[in-house]
């Protein structure tokens, strides 16, 4: 289903489940709403879950190019909530823009799942940071020079399945590259946090349960992410999912299942 939002920007988006209680899903970048059809249906928890497309990816229409576009998906999320608060959950990018709304609008959201936030500002400072800019350089030099593909390749190695570029499918790299400039896009929230989501006293008002899921084999930049957003929630779970990489709701979706519906279970 397609729907108009946000300034007319349209937006596709898909159900999964049923029942009384509603959920709301965003994907990773470079992703769709489909990547969570897995881990989905292992869930246990009676729940309606709408998974849309970010703008510019899947069926939804392209960004604009000048929108900041990690509020942008904030604001399509907002939108698609309505009125009645929903169980908010987010993958890498997703769930950034998750964690925006949910400070914002924490009226609307009953409980919060993060899958491997890249609130990379989170962990500025730290040796971690400092590495994953470093592992980094390749895609921003590919990126750079105007080279799609090799800007994809770059970044999959080290934010994809771990199947190797030349494994996958040559219409899914062709999806990649025609959206690779999308990762950019997300820098201004990403990595300065535009928002605000570190300033002072704001994390230790979230006042909702939230589960923070990481994979045992993430770049460490990720844990010290989780870590420093955990120590300031109030009612916060922080679980790894062992073996698992950046992309655990396609590799290890029934682990992955089992702890949403244990942060289902907390409200």
Known sequence: MARDVVQSTQIFQVRYGAGARRGLALHCSLAHSGAWKGCFAALEE????????LPGHGKSSDWDGRS????????????????????LIGHSGGAVAALQLALDRP??????????PVLFAAARGTP?????????SPYVTALAKGARMEAAESFTRIWGTGTAWEEIEPRTRAYM???????AAG???????????????????LDLPVMIIVGGDSPPVIGAIAEAIAARLPDVGL???????HMLPITHPVQVAGLIDINLSRD
């Open 128 to 136: 971690e940071f400092d590495a994953w800019a470093e592992a980094m």
């Open 239 to 245: 679980a790894e999912v062992p073996g698992a990489g």
């Open 177 to 183: 590259a025609d959206r690779i400039h999308l990762i």
């Open 187 to 205: 820098d201004p929230g990403l990595i300065e946090d535009n928002f605000g989501i570190l300033a002072e006293g704001r994390l230790e008002m």
């Open 107 to 116: 009226d609307l959201v009953r409980t919060l799942t993060l899958i491997e």
């Open 68 to 87: 900041d576009y990690v509020a942008l998906c904030r604001s399509v999320a907002e939108e698609l909530i309505g009125e009645e608060p929903v169980d």
């Open 46 to 53: 009676p729940i309606a879950i709408d998974a849309f497309d």
